[in-house]
């Protein structure tokens, strides 16, 4: 018990908390502004993929680290792009539209690195984000090393947050896209395009999702491999309904399995002669299910999410 | 203006059409990558026919490689009939090979006509019993199956790596993550001499044959239509749509974990932790091309297998990368989508204006 408080109280903890937070964060609010404008969005796993890789790779091949994240985020903004006319205009099944986005994302990505890479045995690596190290803050107890020793993407997904809440709950782009996820039909007899708000949506919602994948290639390791997502994207889906699809919920949620995620890891160097680590591996994936199940409940789905909108037709 | 309009006639030839079509789009689009990573497409694909029906050798090499993609396809098929989204074969599969080679290698020591069937209901029990939990969740608690089976693939995948580590491990493997063998008597007779293709084809084509006169001919299968359609019109016509669901998901669980036995007792023999290179996502992939018809899923899971195993032996040859057949699966996936689409609905010009009558 007393090593669980030492582990707890430790900034080194908290720290590396909001640093596996961080790419689901990402994934999360771009999660929740497809799902809010009434589409789900399982091209997540594969979006971060593109992410990763696009990200990685634009660096490598020169593009400077910032010009990595853009790169990384119009590659999502594609694949999302396309999942938007398949699920949009097309009105096809999101499961499979989704499912086959994070099948061609992930192969696009496999493919490219195995062809611009075919014989390494070790992946080249990049020189990744630094932590900022803001001077005095950094120097702070606690929060320094917590908050102001992270990467600039860490910050950047902070910011994302803050941005989210404040076109979902302050913006009149907010209410639009809030009521395309309830309601189209409204929407469509405001004057609104019900067709561009879900299709922007989810080109955006998307472009978020790469940027978690390419801060795993960019911050929180150097280079790319293969299965490094790893269910993250996933995750991320399961998160936003426990999120009850709120922004500042998204935050929280992140952190929570962030924490999880970042204890497991201690107990199992502390426990590990004890227990078999697999059981703390196991962990994070049976959390996101537990809160899932706890959040079904009372889960309060965008009323038209999965439901496909023709103009003309009611 | 465009508007979107359904077809008052679904014909049989699209419903066979647009699947054929769409393979053969994806695997003409496949000639961009291979032109991106400097192939001669022409040669590429010849290189891709002799790979998969070149010899003897090859197309045994192509029907081992349908075999477990059948049983995944079905799996997938018949669940997304019921609008069960069954996503976690992957998981379910390593379950059915786990339960193969703990009764399979040496605890019980029976004769084969024994051995084969128990290893075979107990496979498809733990199968069916990885997909029983998500319903139950589903059914009860209202949790979204497509998260709860997406996230269990990666739960079992661990819990398989923590077994082979441990309770699992073969004692003479020297350490390695490796299961002991199944005893030769429980293994599935080989099909041809000096041949991978073994009887889990049979058991696969059986088990298709069975899935189509169940979901065509059968009230199980009638009820199970039902439910996928409307499944607020099927509770108020009389049908326990809860019971449909736990069906529908223990039998497609089962056949997930049957494609795990085949691959165990079938063809590896041993248990590793890359027994499965996605044949479970891949099978969602085959389910789609065949349009949720079991007797598809045989067609589709025979051309996904030679898209593999061609690409292989192309990638052998040629030096570009055997991830061009996940690229081709994953394009015919989006391909038949689309072609889906252009099936159900027509798209018509008109003026402005008279879009809304």
């Known amino acids: 018990m007393m090593d669980i408080l030492n582990i707890l109280l430790s900034e080194s903890f908290w720290a ?45 091949l020169g593009a400077g680290l910032w010009g990595g994240v853009l790169i990384a985020a119009l590659a999502g903004a594609f694949f999302g792009l396309l999942h938007a006319i398949l699920t949009v205009p097309l009105g096809l099944s999101q499961h499979v539209s989704g499912l086959g986005i994070t099948l061609f994302a992930t192969s696009v990505s496999y493919f490219s690195y195995r062809t611009a890479l075919p014989n390494v045995s070790s992946p080249p690596r990049i020189e990744p984000f630094q932590p900022l190290d803001v001077p005095i803050l950094s120097d702070l107890p606690f929060f320094g090393p917590v908050l102001f020793q992270q990467t600039a993407l860490t910050w950047l997904a902070l910011a994302m947050v803050a941005l989210v809440w ?28 019900v067709y561009a708000l879900r299709m922007g949506a989810i080109v955006a919602g998307s472009a978020l999702m790469a940027l978690g994948g390419a801060f795993l290639t960019m911050s929180a390791f150097d280079a790319f491999f293969f299965g490094m997502v790893n269910g993250r994207g996933w995750v991320c889906i399961a998160l936003v309904i426990f999120a009850s699809w709120r922004p500042g919920k998204a935050l929280l949620g992140a952190l929570l399995f962030g924490a999880f995620d970042a204890l497991q890891v201690r107990l199992q160097t502390e426990m590990g002669a004890l227990v078999p680590g697999q059981i703390f591996l196991m962990a994070p994936y049976i959390l996101s299910i537990i809160a899932l199940v706890i959040a079904a409940r009372s889960a309060d789905y965008p009323r038209a999410l999965l439901t496909p909108w023709f103009k003309g037709q009611r | 203006m465009i508007r979107i309009e359904p077809r008052n006639t679904s014909s049989r030839a699209y419903a066979v059409g647009i699947p054929v079509l769409s393979a053969c789009l ?6 961009i990558p291979l032109l991106l990573a400097g192939a001669n497409p022409i040669t590429a694909y010849g290189e891709m026919i002799k790979g998969v029906f070149g010899s003897v050798f090859a197309i045994s090499e192509m029907l081992t490689r349908a075999t477990p993609l059948i049983f995944t396809g079905l799996a ?47 496979g498809a029990a733990a199968g069916a019993a990885g997909m029983a939990v998500p319903t139950f969740l589903k059914t009860r608690f209202g949790a979204d199956e497509v998260v709860t089976t997406l996230l269990l693939n990666f739960v079992i995948l661990i819990f398989l790596q923590m077994m082979l580590e441990g309770p699992l491990q073969d004692p003479m493997g020297l350490g ?20 991978r293709v073994h009887s889990g084809l049979i058991i696969a084509l059986i088990a298709a044959g069975i899935a189509q006169f169940m979901l065509a001919r059968s009230v199980w299968g009638f009820k199970l ?46 248990l590793t932790a890359d027994l499965s290179p996605g044949f479970g996502y891949t099978g969602i992939v085959v389910a789609m091309l065949a349009g949720l018809s079991p007797a598809g899923v045989v067609i589709a899971a025979l051309f996904i297998a030679s898209v593999f195993v061609g690409a292989d032996s192309m990638s052998r040859a040629m030096g570009v990368s055997s991830f061009l057949a996940d690229l081709v699966v994953s394009m015919s996936l989006l391909c038949v989508l689309v072609g889906g689409f252009v099936a159900k609905y027509r798209i018509i010009r008109t003026n402005r204006g008279q879009a809304t009558s």
Not at chain 2, 26 to 31: K, P, Q, R, T, V
């Open chain 1, 166 to 193: 404040y076109v979902m709950n302050r913006s009149s782009l907010g209410v639009a896209l809030k009521a395309v996820g309830d309601n189209p039909d409204s929407v469509d007899a405001q004057g609104l395009s």
């Open chain 2, 76 to 122: 997938a098929a018949l669940a997304f009939r019921a609008k069960l989204w069954n996503i976690g074969a992957e998981g379910q599969l390593y379950l059915g090979a786990m339960a193969a080679v703990a009764i399979g290698s040496g605890v019980l020591d029976l004769p084969g006509l024994a051995l084969i069937p128990l290893i075979i209901i107990l």
């Open chain 2, 26 to 31: 994806a695997l003409a689009l496949a000639a």
């Open chain 2, 225 to 270: 239509r039902a439910v996928g359609e409307n499944a607020a019109a099927a509770r108020h016509a009389g049908i326990n749509v809860k019971r449909s669901l736990f069906g529908v998901a223990i039998i497609s669980g089962g056949l997930a974990g049957l494609a795990g036995v085949s691959e165990v007792a079938g063809l590896k023999g041993y």
């Open chain 1, 16 to 60: 590396a908390s909001l640093r596996i937070a961080t790419p689901l964060i990402f994934g999360v609010l771009g999660a929740l502004i497809c799902e809010r404008a009434g589409v789900l969005n399982l091209g997540i796993e594969g979006i971060f993929v593109v992410g990763a890789m696009c990200g990685w790779m634009a660096v490598w």
């Open chain 2, 176 to 195: 390695w993550p490796q299961s002991a063998p199944v005893l030769d008597q429980g293994m599935l007779p080989p099909l041809m001499e000096r041949m």
